[in-house]
């Protein structure tokens, strides 16, 4: 059993699908290159700014282990460590212990020379002596960081803009590359609507001049060849609704009224039977009286239609249609070849046809779908290979 | 009577010499191996004794590379090994080569540091 979607499935379908796809994917590529671009402009800029302030931070470095050296020298009269306004510091000895400190954080990378860190600028410098065993001093200053908001709005900016530049071009690319695709299915679509167009007069005129024609009083041989005749316009007349309703779906107003489910089933199995006896396809009705539905005339009638024609065409010699209908449900179920589990998905994508043994645009379920989802009906189609296969059309 | 008294006083002679014995004793065990060992020694030389010490850490920084550089040096003092300037080699020569045992030396050089070394005395 399989609940199938109700989305309409439009001619741009797969168009949107691959445009979808393409332009996630292209987004993704731009924004990993924005933002790795960002980054080495970030690591860049910030670079500069740290090379900018090394330069007094080299000289502060200098007077303080001036200050230090005279420290050592006089240790043993004054143990007071030298403080500056301009910046903090600390000393460590070669086994990166702490000597003193007066910096704001604790953590220091001993390893790097400058870098930021909580909102201080950190620089090392390692004395040629190491008075008081200062093998690294650390001076700290204050960060600003007004660097970094200017060059997050630097990034920002142009990230912004190459984005959009991106967007155009992606777009451009997209249309590139659907072309081909979206052409071939214009194609099809005006092919179809110009057939459509150019098949309605003849049609028509078959279809209204063979039940005009009196069998009963033609001979035998005749009779069936009319016969014939009534089913070949029948079938091409079925077709023809369907591409008509395709064609013209959006612009056909619904003319809702509230209808006797089960009269319009009969009706139709009627209209069928002349197709159904060619293969010898018998009708099994079921039939629940009074079973209203408020729905266009045209549109139930275009949905049964396509469900048992499906059931006659994909039906055995000799084999069975069971109709049943009850309050809230009916169920068409042909004694078929059955469809395989993997197709059923794609049962409502149009053009798609799973036997091509027999005739048809495999536009059928593709309008069922439609009309199920403009009716809020809800269609289960399930199936199994040689047994048959059911469909269920329930609403609420 | 008379042989009370000598044993008297022959005890009080034997008790003060005891007291007197364990006072040297004691003096002895409070003198730590840096105190006699190595004050007794730098006291003599006008160049103070903390001054030795600082050139050490200029030289080598972390409390463990001192210690190692100080035992290195007075295991085997040569004038390579020397922190001291040439002048002062000049005038007051390389000191012998140390007596004490490797605990002993561990013990004197520990207490060296301790006293001089600059963690906690920084204000």
Redesign the interface.
């Known amino acids: 059993m399989l609940a199938l979607k109700n989305s309409v499935i439009d001619l741009h379908h797969s168009e949107k699908k691959t445009l979808i796809g393409f332009f996630s994917l292209y987004i993704t590529l731009c924004i990993v290159i924005l933002i790795f671009i960002s980054f080495v402009y970030y690591k860049f800029q910030k670079d500069l700014m740290l090379s900018e302030k090394r330069i007094n931070l080299q000289n502060y470095s200098n007077e303080f282990i001036i200050r230090l050296k005279q420290l050592h020298i006089n240790f043993d009269k004054s143990q007071v460590y030298p403080r500056d306004t301009r910046f903090k510091s600390a000393i460590y000895d070669s086994d990166k212990q702490l000597i003193f400190s007066t910096l704001k954080s604790s953590h220091v990378q001993l390893d790097n020379i400058v870098y930021t860190s909580n909102k201080t600028i950190h620089f090392i410098k390692e004395p040629e002596s190491y008075y008081l065993g200062a093998r690294y001093v650390i001076l700290e200053i204050e960060d600003d960081l007004e660097w970094f908001s200017k060059i997050e709005q630097e990034i920002l900016i142009f990230t912004s803009i190459g984005l959009i530049f991106m967007l155009f071009i992606g777009y451009w690319l997209l249309q590139l590359f659907i072309k081909p695709m979206r052409d071939a299915m214009h194609l099809l679509d005006r092919f179809i609507k110009d057939t459509t167009h150019e098949l309605n007069t003849p049609i028509s005129a078959i279809v209204a001049n063979v039940e005009m024609i009196d069998t009963s009083n033609l001979d035998e041989k005749l009779a069936r060849k009319i016969k014939r005749i009534d089913i070949g316009a029948k079938t091409v007349s079925n077709i023809y609704q369907d591409l008509t309703y395709l064609t013209l779906n959006h612009q056909i107003m619904s003319q809702n009224e509230y209808l006797d489910v089960g009269q319009i089933l009969h009706q139709r199995v009627e209209y069928f039977t002349t197709l159904a006896n060619v293969k010898h396809i018998a009708f099994k009705m079921n039939i629940k009286e009074d079973v209203i539905l408020f729905i266009d005339v045209k549109k139930l009638s275009k949905l049964i239609d396509n469900l048992i024609s499906n059931a006659i065409k994909y039906n055995k010699i000799n084999g069975s249609i069971q109709i049943t209908l009850s309050e809230k449900n009916f169920t068409i179920e042909d004694s078929g070849k059955g469809i395989k589990k993997e197709q059923l998905d794609l049962l409502y994508e149009r053009y798609s046809r799973f036997d091509k043994s027999v005739g048809g645009f495999g536009i059928g379920l593709n309008i069922v779908s439609m009309i199920c989802k403009e009716y809020n009906l809800n269609i289960h189609i399930s199936s199994e290979i040689s047994i048959g296969t059911k469909v269920d059309v329930s609403w609420k | 009577m008379e042989i009370n008294v000598f044993i008297k006083k022959a005890l009080q002679t034997i008790f003060s010499f005891g007291l007197f014995l364990l006072l040297l004793i004691t003096t002895e065990v409070q003198a730590s191996v840096y105190t006699k060992n190595c004050i007794a020694c730098h006291k003599e030389i006008p160049v103070s004794i ?1 001054k030795y010490f ?1 050139r050490y ?10 210690k190692h550089a100080i035992k290195y040096y007075l295991q085997n003092p040569s004038q390579e090994k020397t922190v001291m300037a040439d002048a002062f080699i000049n005038r007051f020569g390389i000191k012998k080569k140390t007596k004490l045992n490797e605990e002993q030396l561990n013990k004197a050089i520990n207490e060296y540091w301790e006293s001089y070394k ?2 906690g ?3």
């Open positions: 903390d600082y850490l200029l030289k080598y920084s972390s409390e463990k590379k001192v600059i963690f005395k920084l204000k």
